[in-house]
């Protein structure tokens, strides 16, 4: 497995570990606050940084975002996570957080399969 793909592989079962864990639950220093998918997960290369100072186009998620969204001003929200093609930008628009933690999850064990089985160790 090549170093791109390992990264990927550790960032994405930690972005796992993360929503399974509840990671996207309110905030304690902010509750009145919801969070973001992707955004509020220390996977991001903006986390905590308010004026967003990395290009998300160095970011291991782009791969799997679309190339018509990739000038989106958060890409990572048009990754198609299912069948459907459901993305949380759209999961956020209807405010259904149950089930977009669920899309993402199912997205993420499929995904980590995938790049597993495509790259054996």
Known sequence: ???KDSDLLE???FEL???????YG?????PQKPTSIFQD????????EKDRPH??????????VPEKSRSQEIPCHHIPLN???DTV????????QQRMEEAVKGWLRKTIDELEKENPE
């Open 83 to 85: 069948e459907k093609g």
């Open 17 to 23: 570990g993360f929503v399974q864990a509840g990671g």
């Open 55 to 64: 290009p998300c186009d160095e970011c291991l998620l782009m791969e799997f």
């Open 26 to 30: 309110r905030s304690v220093r902010t």
């Open 41 to 48: 997960s220390l996977s991001c290369l903006n986390f905590g």
């Open 11 to 13: 960032m994405l079962n």
């Open 1 to 3: 497995m090549n170093a």
């Open 89 to 96: 930008e759209e999961f956020e628009m209807r405010g259904d």
